[in-house]
């Protein structure tokens, strides 16, 4: 649910919500048990499409 909050702030420009939502969907989705759902590599991507821009407005640049 914190993804589609994530993205409906960030479709509204609310910069700091956004990134709030995404970052929290994105450590649910890690902290998921992996063996049991296949699609995580899936959410992971659908999540860091817009949290990797969101961070790079706030200064942030993202490494490997």
């Known amino acids: 649910f914190s993804y589609f909050r994530g993205r409906y702030h960030f ?4 910069i700091e919500p956004s990134r709030v939502y995404l970052r929290m969907s994105l450590f649910l ?3 998921q ?3 049991n759902d296949l ?3 899936v959410n992971k991507k659908n999540i860091l499409r817009f949290l990797i821009p969101l961070e ?3 200064g942030k640049i993202p490494s490997s």
């Open 11 to 14: 479709y509204n420009n609310e």
């Open 29 to 31: 989705c890690e902290t």
């Open 33 to 35: 048990d992996q063996a």
């Open 39 to 41: 699609n995580i590599e």
């Open 56 to 58: 790079m407005l706030s």
